[in-house]
């Protein structure tokens, strides 16, 4: 099975910077996506940002210019760095990890999550 553990989200003030850490263990393909997700309250679970083993980077508009999504593949973690932090980035964020496998010749993606932490953007 695979785990994700998320550190670094908290209470920062508007304007401030958070950068958030998940590092991934267990069994992992060698082609995956990892990436963040954010849910606030009375909102579905959105994508925020996610990038592929080979660094391909996909971002919600409404983080582009401001977060910062890099992996380490050698230690299997996913970074979010998180800066000019507005009120309405408050929500809890997920990482995910997909995994690509190929079972009886056929492609096929594992989704895993992890616990989710929460950022608060407040003065």
């Known amino acids: 099975q695979v785990q994700l553990v998320e550190s670094g989200g908290g209470l920062v003030q508007p304007g401030g910077s958070l950068r958030l850490s998940c590092a991934a263990s267990g069994i992992i393909s060698n082609i995956n996506t990892m990436g963040w997700y954010r849910q606030a309250p009375g909102e579905e679970r959105e994508l ?3 990038m592929t083993n080979s660094g391909t980077t996909n971002y919600a508009d409404s983080v582009k210019g401001r977060f910062t ?3 380490d593949n050698a ?3 996913v970074y979010l760095q998180m800066s000019s932090l507005k ?3 408050t929500a ?3 990482c995910k ?3 690509l496998r190929i079972v009886a010749e056929a ?3 594992y989704d895993y999550w992890g616990q989710g932490t ?3 953007v407040s003065s």
């Open 48 to 50: 925020v940002a996610a």
């Open 69 to 71: 999504i890099s992996r």
């Open 75 to 77: 230690k299997n973690t």
């Open 87 to 89: 009120p309405e980035d």
């Open 92 to 94: 809890v964020y997920y």
């Open 97 to 99: 990890l997909q995994n």
């Open 107 to 109: 492609r096929r993606f």
């Open 118 to 120: 929460q950022v608060t």
